[in-house]
């Protein structure tokens, strides 16, 4: 095997890698709102039904997780929901989205709530309904609040993805276990942890460029 | 006709009772000045003036109309969809919105209201903004239009929240000890504006702290202790005249 037949390999791994991830935000930042609701909901039965639900997601492995996902619908139904390689990707992607959506629920529940009372009282005074205030007051405030911690768990994202070889999806160390390392070949796991910190560096730029974005007001 | 009319409003926390009945009315165009010393209801009656707070029991009326009324034994009280929109409130924290400039600050109410009316009766943008100008101006800060409120000192950040309740063209405006949150040498500026405010038009209900101002600019003056209204009158009865041994305490207690 050569060197530009291993790069070929490589970056197909990677490719699902990012697939996997890009995907997982798509899906896990908006329903992480929607789960947020519920945690903050009034009425109580949803609260606590809510809860529940983020404290078994953050309290198992995301291992445990993507397993369940994958093998626990067909041992219920005897179907195969997921079904060959894309199967097991969407699998993964069903693990991470739920995974990921609560974590950030958390991280939005935070943002809301250290929103000051008096903000909120200014939007009814002057007559702006719940859902006005929410995404014309509240949101902007709740993002800039929430970018370091969003960053942090959005990188831990990007390393969370090579879980998914666990279910044989086809990501990077999965390619590079299977079909590399095999072969007695160690050089391109140094060449993988330099695909991420540039994945990551990358990141880290993007963040601190929303945050100077978000720096001409204060809160 | 007044154009307030408030009718034994009570209201409680838990076991403590912050408004024990509290009864008044407003003419149109007057200033109303609530005084006393902390605890005694003045905040609590104006949270429930304007609804951020609902009295347990009582009546609102604003031009004849109940807007509010609730009373013992009612799971929720009535109000009007339209007692929100009678009532201004400036805040003793400013709380304008940090991510908006001066101007998205006294535009975005105006603007989402006009969104809910019909095409044909809706103010335009260009009116809004005229008036946001107008408005502006006469608070002084026609120049810190596009500042954000991190940029300002208190009492314009005051002044750009007064600005910003007019907006709404309030039937009463109503004002929250709106320079106990400033340095001594920025309060004078806020109440020359809320001073200049005052017209035949304008109704206004102010709690404060400043004697000297209440005196000078109301027409009517309230003083409050334990949540009841202890006195009610003009100035010149409350701060020269005071009938309740309270009233008198209190006010031997303000150097003038």
């Given at each position: 095997?050569?060197?530009?037949?291993?790069?070929?390999?490589?970056?197909?791994?990677?490719?699902?890698?990012?697939?996997?991830?890009?995907?997982?935000?798509?899906?896990?930042?908006?329903?992480?709102?929607?789960?947020?609701?519920?945690?903050?909901?009034?009425?109580?039965?949803?609260?606590?039904?809510?809860?529940?639900?983020?404290?078994?997601?953050?309290?198992?492995?995301?291992?445990?997780?993507l397993?369940?996902?994958?093998?626990?619908?067909?041992?219920?139904f005897h179907?195969?929901?997921?079904?060959?390689?894309?199967?097991?990707?969407?699998?993964a992607?069903?693990?991470f989205?739920?995974?990921?959506?609560?974590?950030?629920?958390?991280i939005?529940?935070?943002?809301?709530?250290?929103?000051?009372?008096?903000?909120?009282?200014?939007?009814?005074?002057?007559?702006?309904?719940?859902?006005?205030?929410?995404?014309?007051?509240?949101?902007?405030?709740?993002?800039?609040?929430?970018l370091?911690?969003?960053s942090?768990?959005?990188?831990?994202?990007?390393?969370?993805?090579?879980?998914?070889?666990?279910?044989?999806?086809a990501?990077?160390?999965?390619?590079?276990?299977?079909?590399?390392l095999?072969?007695?070949?160690?050089?391109?796991?140094?060449?993988?942890?330099?695909?991420?910190?540039?994945?990551?560096?990358?990141?880290?730029?993007?963040f601190?460029?929303?945050e100077?974005?978000?720096?001409?007001?204060?809160? | 006709?007044?154009?307030?009319?408030?009718?034994?409003?009570?209201?409680?926390?838990?076991?403590?009772?912050?408004?024990?009945?509290?009864?008044f009315?407003?003419?149109?165009?007057?200033?109303?000045?609530?005084?006393g010393?902390?605890?005694g209801?003045?905040?609590t009656?104006?949270?429930?003036l304007?609804?951020?707070?609902?009295?347990?029991?009582?009546?609102i009326?604003?031009?004849?109309?109940?807007?509010?009324?609730?009373?013992?034994?009612?799971?929720?009280?009535?109000?009007?969809?339209?007692?929100q929109?009678?009532?201004?409130?400036?805040?003793?924290?400013?709380n304008?919105?940090?991510?908006?400039?001066?101007?998205?600050?006294?535009?975005?109410?105006?603007?989402?209201?006009?969104?809910?009316?019909?095409?044909?009766?809706r103010?335009?943008?260009?009116?809004?903004?005229a008036?946001?100008?107008?408005?502006?101006?006469?608070?002084?800060?026609?120049?810190?239009?596009?500042?954000?409120?991190?940029?300002?000192?208190?009492?314009q950040?005051?002044?750009?929240?007064?600005?910003r309740?007019l907006?709404?063209?309030?039937?009463?405006?109503?004002?929250?000890e709106?320079?106990?949150?400033?340095?001594?040498?920025?309060?004078?500026?806020?109440?020359?504006?809320i001073?200049?405010?005052?017209?035949?038009?304008?109704t206004?209900?102010?709690v404060t702290?400043?004697m000297?101002?209440?005196?000078?600019?109301?027409?009517k003056?309230?003083?409050?202790?334990?949540?009841?209204?202890?006195?009610?009158?003009?100035?010149?009865?409350?701060?020269?005249?005071?009938?309740?041994?309270?009233?008198?305490?209190f006010?031997?207690h303000r150097?003038?």
């Open positions: 095997m050569n060197f530009s037949q291993i790069n070929l390999l490589l970056l197909s791994g990677f490719g699902k890698t990012c697939s996997l991830f890009f995907l997982t935000l798509i899906f896990a930042l908006p329903l992480g709102l929607v789960v947020m609701f519920g945690l903050i909901c009034p009425f109580k039965p949803l609260r606590w039904l809510t809860r529940t639900v983020v404290w078994i997601i953050r309290g198992t492995p995301l291992m445990l997780q397993f369940v996902v994958f093998y626990v619908p067909g041992m219920l179907t195969n929901l997921f079904v060959g390689t894309s199967g097991r990707f969407q699998a992607l069903v693990a989205v739920i995974n990921y959506s609560c974590y950030f629920a958390e939005y529940r935070g943002g809301v709530e250290s929103i000051p009372r008096g903000q909120y009282e200014a939007a009814q005074v002057l007559g702006l309904s719940r859902v006005e205030t929410f995404f014309r007051v509240v949101l902007m405030q709740v993002v800039k609040r929430i370091a911690p969003m942090n768990e959005v990188i831990t994202l990007v390393k969370d993805t090579s879980l998914a070889r666990v279910i044989a999806v990501e990077i160390f999965y390619i590079n276990e299977v079909r590399i095999s072969k007695a070949i160690i050089w391109p796991l140094f060449y993988i942890g330099v695909f991420f910190l540039l994945f990551v560096g990358a990141l880290t730029l993007l601190n460029y929303a100077k974005k978000l720096s001409y007001y204060k809160l | 006709m007044a154009i307030l009319e408030v009718k034994n409003l009570r209201k409680h926390f838990g076991g403590n009772e912050v408004l024990k009945g509290v009864d009315s407003l003419e149109k165009g007057n200033v109303l000045s609530i005084i010393s902390s605890g209801g003045k905040t009656l104006l949270r429930c304007n609804f951020l707070e609902k009295a347990d029991e009582g009546d009326f604003v031009n004849g109309e109940c807007v509010y009324h609730a009373e013992a034994g009612m799971k929720k009280p009535v109000v009007s969809p339209k007692a929109r009678s009532m201004g409130l400036v805040f003793q924290q400013f304008l919105f940090p991510q908006y400039s001066v101007m998205d600050n006294l535009m975005l109410a105006p603007k989402l209201q006009a969104k809910r009316l019909p095409a044909d009766a103010e335009s943008a260009q009116e809004i903004l008036r946001a100008e107008a408005l502006l101006a006469r608070v002084g800060l026609s120049e810190k239009a596009n500042a954000y409120p991190c940029e300002l000192s208190g009492g950040c005051q002044r750009v929240a007064i600005a309740a907006m709404l063209q309030p039937e009463i405006l109503c004002f929250d709106p320079t106990s949150a400033l340095d001594p040498e920025l309060t004078g500026e806020v109440l020359r504006v001073r200049s405010l005052k017209n035949s038009e304008r206004m209900i102010i702290h400043e000297e101002f209440a005196r000078n600019v109301s027409d003056v309230i003083f409050m202790a334990d949540g009841v209204i202890e006195e009610m009158g003009t100035p010149e009865e409350i701060f020269d005249h005071p009938k309740s041994e309270k009233t008198a305490a006010l031997s150097a003038f």
